[in-house]
Structures are given as structure tokens and as C-alpha cells.
């Protein structure tokens, strides 16, 4: 059978453009919120100052490649706590499944990226081109100048907003108002250019052209989701027990049938993905809730009831059908999932809090030599080398004195000091090669545990670390 015909579809199917009607409504009004929100969030938090001392930017969040660590206001992520980023991420992860098991799709209808760029740019296009009705009227018109002169404002402003993304991102990782000034002058460095201009295309493509096509084609989370909804959990539902069957006329013989869904369209002109919701749920749907606001207005006008189109769940449905009242909202929202992932997101969240409040500003590795694991001088005083690295994690340089405590008592020399005090830095670590000396009529065993001491001079505070001191059995 030949491709592309009406028995056989073919493989590609071009896109149909979707310009979404404007609408007013309580889900919009929440969506303006969250835009703005989570945009001033973007684009201002590298913008934040936080003193850091002379050796670093004063930023408050500010990601620092070069020494792999993370700032986050007065939190410090060092390497060796990368644990904290990976609870972190847990934590985001099951965030993400406590609200899609109770909300659905509610990340894809209101904070996900590519929902809140997508919305602004298709506002810009309803500023520059009208609402629907003109945009499509604009689509199929001729070029000529007015085309030409829309097409060209929109692409600049869409241009300037990607633009304005990619930059925001590069000040995360370095002092924003410096960078900000580099950039303009040609001297940041070739990644900054790069990055900014990555971001700036995917930006203004997926934002501007794709759209919709990014969440049904692209994006793997409406399939993972999948797992993550049950007949508990609220979507978007067209309530075709009580809107069909849908009809226009309702000043005809027999409207008295028809069911409140009076086929205007209204929600499908408003889905921002071009999804008719009265065919059931689609893998176009974000649950945007635009549709309800749309709905909702029509009811309003024709003298109905809200909430043909409605958050509503699978477990509610044959209630409703049936005329019953739907179950108390607290019974969808606890239940033994939701429970689960609350439970571990807080224990996961106060472990993290208290582990940061308990640990040290010092960082401490001691790796021992192991070959040879220990050396007999000429005097007949056994050695052991170590590796010793301290981590200054103050803000300021600070002195530090390095010592031992074991039984018996041995000598510490450093090599290349006369003495065992030294200074750090801030925000830096410093290496020491470190040697522990047992006399030669101390009674030794194969291995006599010690403990090694750093301590800081400034704030007194210690960290040790324990190891073991070789030798021959005597
Ligand atoms: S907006 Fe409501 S009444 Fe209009 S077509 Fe959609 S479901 Fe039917
Ligand atoms: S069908 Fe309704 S809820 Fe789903 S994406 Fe379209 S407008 Fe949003």
C-alpha cells in the first residue's frame, strides 16, 4: 500500500500550527503567578549578593566549576559532599512523584521550562500578532510588508527573551556583574560565548517553533508519568455523562436531549497544545487547566453549572456518573503512596539539615604509604609516611596545628616545616607529607592505632582522623 495515502497515513505528519485563544479564568491567573515567579527566580538569583570574603565573588548562589563546589547563600557543597547534591536531587525526584501522584501532570501544565517560556512567548506573539483568529489570518496572508514587520518584531523580541535565558545561565557560574561586562566587551571566556549561544538557540526554537512538539516527542517524562498516576490522582477530565451528546442548536426540536457541552470549541482554542480534551486524556495534555477556565466561562454565559470540564479522578468518575457525590478531597490526597514518598522526602530533608549544621569547616583526608609500609632509620627508629590533606573551608585564611595522639607516643615531623603549625588559605586545601616516628626501644606491634589532629587556631575547632602506625612485630 502506497505511503502517505488515506489507508496508510506514512510516518510524518507535518505540524499543525497551534495559537491558543487568550482566556481570563482562575487556572490562568495561577499560571501568571507561577510564570513570574519562577522567571524572577531564574533570571535574578545569580544576581543576589552574599559576602564571601576576598577570595571569592560575592554571589549568593554561584556554582564553581574549577573547584567543583556549590554556594547556596551560607550553605558550601564541597567535592567530598557531593552526597548533599545527590540528596538534593532525590529529594526534587520524589517532590516530583508526591505531586504527579496527587496533581498528575501538574510540573508539565505549570513549572516545567518549556510550559513557562513556551507561555510567554506565545503572549508575546498574541501582543505582536493579535489573538488566534489574527494569527491565523496573519499565517495565511501573503507576504508584504505588515507580515514582514510583525514577523520580524516577534523574532526580536523572542530573540532578545532566549538571548536574556542563555546569559542568565552563565552567571551562575561565575560573578554575574563581571561576567555581565565581559560579555559586552569580548573578553569572557569562549565557553561563556558558546554556552550563552547553545541556550539562546534552543531557547528561541523550542520556545518559539516547537512547542508543543517538545512534550509529545521530545520530552520522556508523560511516558514516565504514566506510572506515577492512579485512579486516584486528578487530571483534566471532559465530563461527557453530563456533556453529551454536545450540540449547537439548542433553540431546535429535541435540543432538550442535548447535554450541557454546547460544541463551541472554546476549550480547544485555549490548550496551548491543540488537544480537543472531550477525546479523553492524550499525551498532548499538560493539564494546563486552561480548558476548565474556558469551560467555565461558557457554563457561566449559557446559565450552567461549572465544571464540565474539571480536575477529577478515575476512582471519582462513576460517582459523579452516577449522580453521587465525589469523595472528600483529603481521602485522593492521603493514601498510602502519598504517605510513602511524604515520609521519605522529610527524613531525607531533615538528615540533610542536621547533617549540615553538625559538620566540620574542616576537611581532613590522611592516606598512609603502602609500600613500603614502614622504614627502620639507621638509629633503629621506625617510620611512617602519610599524605595529609587539610581543607580550609572558612572564607578567611586561617592557621592550623597538626598532632598525634597515640599510645605509646610517637614523633610527628612535616616534611619541609620545623614545625606543625601553618597556615591555609580560604576555600583552599593544602597537601603535607607527614611522617610519624616510634624510637627504637618502644615496644611495637604490627599495627598500633593513632589518631591524627587537625585543629584550627581561629575557631578551635578539630577534626581527626583515625589510621594506624606500622611496624615490626617485637
Ligand atoms: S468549552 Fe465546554 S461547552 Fe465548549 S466545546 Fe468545550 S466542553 Fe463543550
Ligand atoms: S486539554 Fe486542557 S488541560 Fe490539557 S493541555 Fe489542553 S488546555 Fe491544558
Not at 567530598?80 to 525526584?93: D, P, R
Not at 538528615?351 to 592516606?367: E, H, N, P, Q, T
Request: charged share 20%; hydrophobic share 45%.
Amino acid at each position: 500500500m502506497p505511503e502517505g495515502t488515506a489507508e496508510s497515513p506514512g510516518l510524518y505528519a507535518a505540524r499543525e500550527p497551534v495559537f491558543p485563544k487568550a482566556v481570563g479564568g482562575a487556572f490562568r491567573r495561577l499560571k501568571w503567578w507561577i510564570m513570574g515567579v519562577t522567571l524572577a527566580i531564574y533570571y535574578v538569583t545569580p544576581w543576589i549578593r552574599w559576602d564571601r570574603g576576598a577570595h571569592l565573588p560575592d554571589q549568593a548562589v554561584l556554582v564553581d566549576l574549577a573547584n567543583r563546589r556549590f554556594f547556596f547563600f551560607w550553605i558550601e557543597i564541597w567535592p567530598q559532599e557531593f552526597h548533599y547534591v545527590a540528596g538534593l536531587l532525590i529529594m526534587a525526584g520524589l517532590g516530583l512523584f508526591l505531586f504527579t501522584s496527587i496533581l498528575g501532570r501538574v510540573w508539565c501544565g505549570y513549572a516545567c521550562p518549556q510550559t513557562v517560556w513556551v507561555d510567554l512567548y506565545q503572549h508575546v506573539e498574541r501582543w505582536i500578532d493579535g489573538d488566534r483568529n489574527a494569527q491565523f489570518r496573519l499565517l495565511r496572508q501573503k507576504w508584504n510588508l505588515e507580515k514582514i514587520a510583525a514577523r520580524l518584531s516577534k523574532w526580536a523580541i523572542w530573540l532578545l527573551i532566549a538571548v536574556a535565558t542563555g546569559g542568565a545561565w552563565v552567571f551562575y557560574f561565575a560573578d554575574a556583574p563581571t561576567l555581565f561586562l565581559a560579555l559586552f566587551s569580548g573578553t569572557a571566556p569562549v565557553v561563556a560565548y558558546a554556552t550563552v549561544g547553545v541556550l539562546t538557540a534552543t531557547t528561541f526554537i523550542f520556545g518559539g517553533f516547537m512547542r508543543e512538539q517538545v512534550c509529545i516527542y521530545m520530552c520522556p517524562w508523560p511516558r514516565i508519568q504514566g506510572a506515577m498516576l492512579d485512579e486516584n490522582s486528578l487530571i483534566v477530565t471532559y465530563k461527557e455523562w453530563r456533556g453529551e451528546p454536545r450540540g449547537k442548536h439548542r433553540k431546535k426540536a429535541g435540543a432538550e436531549l442535548l447535554g450541557d457541552c454546547i460544541d463551541c470549541d472554546a476549550c480547544v482554542a485555549v490548550c496551548p497544545t491543540g488537544v480537543d480534551i472531550r477525546q479523553g486524556q492524550q499525551i498532548g495534555c499538560i493539564t494546563c487547566a486552561l480548558c476548565i477556565d474556558a469551560c467555565d466561562d461558557i457554563m457561566a454565559r449559557i446559565g450552567k453549572p461549572r465544571g464540565l470540564i474539571d480536575y477529577c479522578t478515575l476512582a471519582d468518575e462513576p460517582l459523579e456518573r452516577a449522580g453521587a457525590a465525589p469523595a472528600p478531597v483529603w481521602k485522593r490526597v492521603v493514601r498510602p503512596r502519598t504517605i510513602l514518598y511524604t515520609v521519605l522526602w522529610s527524613a531525607i530533608g531533615v538528615g540533610m539539615v542536621v547533617a549540615l549544621f553538625m559538620r566540620d569547616s574542616i576537611g581532613l583526608a590522611v592516606a598512609p604509604d603502602r609500600n613500603p609500609l614502614y622504614v627502620t632509620l639507621s638509629d633503629g627508629t621506625i617510620r611512617n609516611g602519610y599524605t595529609v590533606k587539610i581543607q580550609n573551608m572558612n572564607a578567611e585564611p586561617h592557621p592550623f596545628r597538626i598532632s598525634v595522639s597515640s599510645d605509646p607516643e610517637l614523633r610527628l615531623d612535616i616534611q619541609g616545616m620545623d614545625r606543625n603549625e601553618f597556615e591555609i588559605d580560604a576555600d583552599e586545601a593544602r597537601k603535607l607529607r607527614v611522617f610519624l616516628l616510634a624510637r627504637p626501644w618502644f615496644t611495637m606491634a604490627e599495627r598500633t592505632p593513632v589518631r591524627i589532629w587537625v585543629e584550627d587556631l581561629v575557631t578551635h575547632e578539630r577534626a581527626s582522623y583515625d589510621t594506624h602506625f606500622r611496624g615490626p612485630s617485637r
